[in-house]
C-alpha cells in the first residue's frame, strides 16, 4: 500500500532553472492535485485532474505546468523556478472530486536560490 | 472572496479537552473536512460534515453549523502525540477545496 508517493523529498534549484516534481498514486483515484504550502498560509492548489488527459488551474497556476497521461502519474513543471516558489509542495489524490478525502504524499521540500 | 478562520495557535495541558473552531466564507457549500499535519509531515484525513451536527470518531468530534458558517473539532482526553496542526478545508460550490491556515496545537504535560 504505498498510497500517493511523491519525489524528490528536497531539492535546491537556483533561479532560472527547471525541474519537474514527481507524483504517483496506486489506487485507482481518478482526482489528483498539487498544492504549495507556505508559513501562515492555507494549502492553495496550483492544479488539478479529474482523470486523465483533463487537468485544470487552481489558484495559483502561474510559472507550473502538469500533464495527467496516466491515472496513476500527476507531474509538476516548473518551467523557470524563481525564488517566490520556495514552498512544500503536496501532491494529493480522491476517489473523485466530490465528498471524498483526499490521500497526501509526504511532500516535497524545495527552495530556489 | 472566500475566507476560512482558525486560530493560529492554541494550548492545552494532556489529559484536558479542547475545541479548535472554524469559521467560513465560501461560495457554496459542499462538505467540511478536518486534517491534521504533524511538523514536516503530510496531512492526514480526520472528519468531515456535510450536515449539520456531530460527527463522533473515539476522542475526536467534528460539529457543523452551515447556516452559522461554523465548524468546531473537539478533541478529548489529549495525549502529547496530539500535538500538531488541524486543518480546516471547505468544498465550494465547485468542488474545490478551500483551506484554512491551520491551527498549531501544543500539548503540556
Known amino acids: 500500500n504505498a498510497g500517493v508517493t511523491q519525489t524528490p523529498k528536497f531539492q535546491v534549484l537556483k533561479t532560472g532553472q527547471s525541474m519537474t516534481l514527481q507524483c504517483a498514486q496506486d489506487m485507482n483515484h481518478e482526482y489528483m492535485s498539487w498544492y504549495r504550502q507556505d508559513p501562515g498560509m492555507g494549502l492553495r492548489l496550483i492544479h488539478y485532474?479529474?482523470?486523465?488527459?483533463?487537468?485544470d488551474q487552481g489558484e495559483v497556476p502561474n510559472g507550473y505546468n502538469v500533464s495527467r497521461s496516466t491515472t496513476e502519474d500527476f507531474p509538476l513543471r516548473l518551467l523557470s523556478a524563481a525564488p517566490s516558489q520556495t514552498s512544500v509542495y503536496f501532491c494529493?489524490?480522491?476517489?473523485?472530486?466530490?465528498?471524498?478525502?483526499?490521500?497526501f504524499g509526504d511532500g516535497t521540500r524545495l527552495s530556489i536560490l | 472572496g472566500q475566507n476560512i478562520d482558525q486560530p493560529t495557535e492554541m494550548t492545552a495541558t494532556e489529559g484536558a479537552i479542547v475545541q479548535i473552531n472554524c469559521t467560513y466564507q465560501?461560495?457554496?457549500?459542499?462538505?467540511l473536512f478536518w486534517y491534521q499535519q504533524h511538523a514536516g509531515e503530510a496531512p492526514t484525513f480526520l472528519s468531515y460534515?456535510?450536515l449539520d451536527g456531530l460527527e463522533e470518531k473515539g476522542r475526536f468530534s467534528s460539529f457543523l453549523s452551515r447556516s452559522k458558517g461554523y465548524s468546531y473539532l473537539l478533541l478529548k482526553e489529549l495525549q502529547m502525540k496530539d500535538s500538531a496542526s488541524y486543518l480546516c478545508a471547505v468544498r465550494d460550490s465547485n468542488y474545490q477545496l478551500i483551506w484554512g491556515a491551520g491551527t498549531k496545537l501544543i500539548i503540556k504535560p
Open positions: 494529493a489524490s480522491s476517489y473523485n472530486e466530490q465528498g471524498q478525502p483526499q490521500h
Open positions: 465560501t461560495s457554496g457549500f459542499n462538505g
Open positions: 460534515n456535510v
Open positions: 485532474s479529474v482523470g486523465a488527459g483533463i487537468t
